[in-house]
């Protein structure tokens, strides 16, 4: 009863506009949806064979062999891997810009702002079993703009892309690319501060000082309100220093984009000194040098499973590092920075099972919990667990293989990909875009301008962190 | 049309005229008919000789020394102006040849030829000034130089050094004689044998099979449990031509300046030293072959072994295939860089682009073919008149003549189709790089019988509208279709150990998983001419093989034992090194 109620709320809800066309099955209040038959890697619990899953309100209801069907709607995994969804900790996809690179620090600068939720790579991450994403600000500032979690809701508007409960979090960057030593300024246009690491330590410092000092003015105000002092003016808000005021306060999270071990040091003396906390080094190329250092900070390590080279910063980035991290107790995660190698976070996974022989859990780990803590949803997503949200993959083998591929994508408990939908589409699909050339506005002119001519390859090992400030 | 042009100009090349205009241009261009180039051309040949008995494997030792002469028959400058700018004078129509047209020699009429023009003259100055009278401050310069070098290489031991540490190289891995045994063979040509053994003698697979003795002597591997696989080839690299592409130019050697260079010559750039070869050999790649990146010639690719001190060493074949950019409305076939500036405005601009590129070079392939007859029929006769060497379009012609192949860099179904017309007009043998659009084709390329080498697996689709998994499923497309392909990363080095993946990526996506092994082994040895020596397990070939301990294109397979060239290589790379020095630091 109380959920035909729900059912009938919804569907008025949303009768006023017009849902996009999606693979979308359903929202909250839909029928539950039952995954049968399936190898579960549960990633926290072990495997377990042959095993259902009951999705429930978009939620994992419950896990066992033969679940009640009820009246469920059944999808028949027989032989297929479930897993869950994979959080990507580093990604640029879905957004209109990048980096504000204007300024050294640009902590008021939100990725919040720029969200693209029409970005087609959204739809390939998805194809390619991805749930999650922290969307962060480039690497070009020694202190960035505000990073934002989302779900990868293809196809809804975007408010709905964005990950309830998630922790706020910052862009930090250290390094080669504040320095900005691979980007000439053009004539007659003076060069940004910092120019060394030494500068950059310093913008860092500074900031924090600024941001120390700003907390005191409002601590002191606040203070004042409480004893009901009379008079009192609020002080001034100023947006740039007031997310460093919450990292410094422990409500907001640092990810630092970083190569060198030297840096890494560096900015976890210099969190010491504020009084704050690392959740993430980004990329952390180094940090098998330093792993002992980063895990007694209690920072996690976001990184490339093999890149290397692409940069001098890079060359001493080897495939052991998410190996020798986890093994001295750092929180790892694999992540893409990349819409290409967003789609194949599995293989970037089972290459620290080649390089260093981690574990199959410890390696699952590296793309599904492990993410999922150093964002703060892992109390949500990040393994299978009754009462987590229904974000999963099915895979038609083991998603450790490199022969496999994913079949079915869900984001609370609803379908956003699947395979054999999509194949199905394609006949229609090519119709239509055979019908659409031959109409009349886009037919090749006989005169006049020509349509832009197309865009280039999209190569793999393509960063876009690295080639974030160019982008047309 | 193009075949009567064609057959004319072969006519004519015969004729009297035409032998009159080689006669008439070399005196029309003065003094250039220098003596240094027949010089050249000996030191050339004593060149090709020694990769010749390189690739027999013989004088090994020689060659090192010998190579460095090279560098002397490169006196660029002086070499190629005469006949190249006096084929340049050509009539655009190419019906009729006069004498008088072509004698005029002197100046190049276009820009690409001016840029390469001033920038050999140049060399020439720089050359002539250096060899006859030293000016006073190139001593001290030397001197600065050396000490420059003493000191690098005196601090050659830390950690963020450039290239590979003598722990994995300067020590030649000697050829010896192997026997592997208990192992599971994969052949690839043939079915696998299960409990097998391989002899390795003098660097090749001397035998193998499941009743084969051990030779007296041999040094055995128990490989029980484990998979001995043919190495690897990536048909599409630049190993060795650039160590680190970005914040340190002075290793990056891809591209030459201008557009057409023929006589770019891979294994001229390769740093057998760098660290990329041992990192990526260690994970099962084997050979690979290294190109050229830049202009719209970029140079001749090199097949190479990943082992060796030097690039002769490591030389499977010197010069392998001639490399095209074919031009592509818009820019961007390039392996240059992912930004490049020059986009023309729109579309009917880019394709008059891509026509004058086009043009520019049909021009010298052209050229070369001229200089490729007069050469012939003066070698026949030599009472015709002797024409100069031309360094540029010297390595041209074996390759206009269809005796090696061209490799063709073209994406997009016009630019794959618009590559093939222009080989067939051309009557060249070629290959096609990239090939996103090929499955969309696959017909057309099996009905032309090219081959392709995919380069975009890993990809993402260019269109918005691409199925998301177009470039996945290409091999898969072109292998239904009976059309000849390999898979290649595409890589410029660091990445290259990355091939396995790439195929097996292609196997999730439909390609049979035997297919997608031999589009990293057998296809590519059969696409670049070398499968009588690579590619598959079989007596008489070259011993590469990878013994692994699982599939060998699944993420998680280890490799176990390596040998390339029959020798046996330790698994050491600057990576396991970097992991040895830091594992247990706590």
Redesign the interface.
Known sequence: MRRLFIHLLTCSLLAGFLLPETFAQGRAGTPDTLIRNATVLTVTRGTLPNADLLIRNGKIASVGKNLNVGNARVIDATGKYLMPGIVDCHSHSMLDAINEGSLSVTSMTRMNDVLNPHD??L??AL?GGVTALNLLHGSANAIGGQNTVVKIKYGRPVKEFLFPGAMPGIKFALG?NPKR??FNPQPGQQRRYPATRMGVEEVIREAFTRARDYKKTWDEYRAGLARRDQNLIPPRRDLQLEPLVEVMEGKRYVHAHCYRADEILMLISLANEFGFKIKTFQHTLEG??V??EIAQHGAGASIFA???????????A???NA??MT?AGVNVSMNSDS??RA??LN?EA??A????DLSEEETLKLITWNPAWQLGIHDRVGSIEVGKDADLAIWNGHP??????VETTFVDGEVFFDRQK?LAR?AD?LKE?AQLEQAEPNRPPSGG??????????????DDD??EG??? | MRAGTRRRWDKEIGKPEAMAMTRNSEAGSGGFAASPCGKAARRCENLKQDFRESRAGVNHASLPARFSSLSDSFQVGSLPENLYMRSSQLPQGRSSLKASQVGKGGLPPLGFRYRQFQFSRSLTRFQQGGVTKPPSLVLPALLLVSLTFFLFSYNAGFAQQIGEPTRQHGVSFSRGLYAIRNAHIVTVSGPDIDNGTIVIRDGKIEALGASVSVPSGAQTIDARGLWVYPGMIDAATSMGLVEVGQGASGTVDTAEVGDLNPNAKAITGINPHSAHIAVTRVDGVTSAVSMPLGGLISGQAAIVNLVGTSPLEMAVVPYAALVINYPRAGGGTGGGGFFVPDQPPNLTEALAQANRQLEQIRKMLRDAEVYGRAQEAYAKDRTLPRTDQNVLLEPLVPYVRGDRPVIFRADRETDIRGAIRFAEEMKLKPIILGGDDAGKIATFLKEKNVPVILTGILDLPSREDDFYDALYENAAKLQQAGVRFCISSGDSGANVRNLPFYAGMAAAFGLPKAEALKAVTLYPAQIMNIADRLGSIEAGKMANLVVTDGDLLETRTHVRHLFIDGRQIPLHSRHTDLNDAFKNRR
Do not use: C, F
């Not at chain 1, 093999?306 to 001493?316: C, F, R, S, T, V």
């Open positions: 087609v790579d739809y390939r194809a080669e030593s691979s098998y040098k792993a002992k093999d890149n290397w080279a692409y940069k001098i910063e890079a060359y001493d080897i495939p052991y190996a020798i093994r819409d290409e789609r194949r293989i089972a290459k099972m080649r390089y260093g450790l293989s490199v022969y496999s591929r999509d394609r699909l875009r301008a020509s349509p832009a001519t197309p865009r280039r390859r999209r190569p793999t090992n393509h690295i080639w160019e982008q047309p």
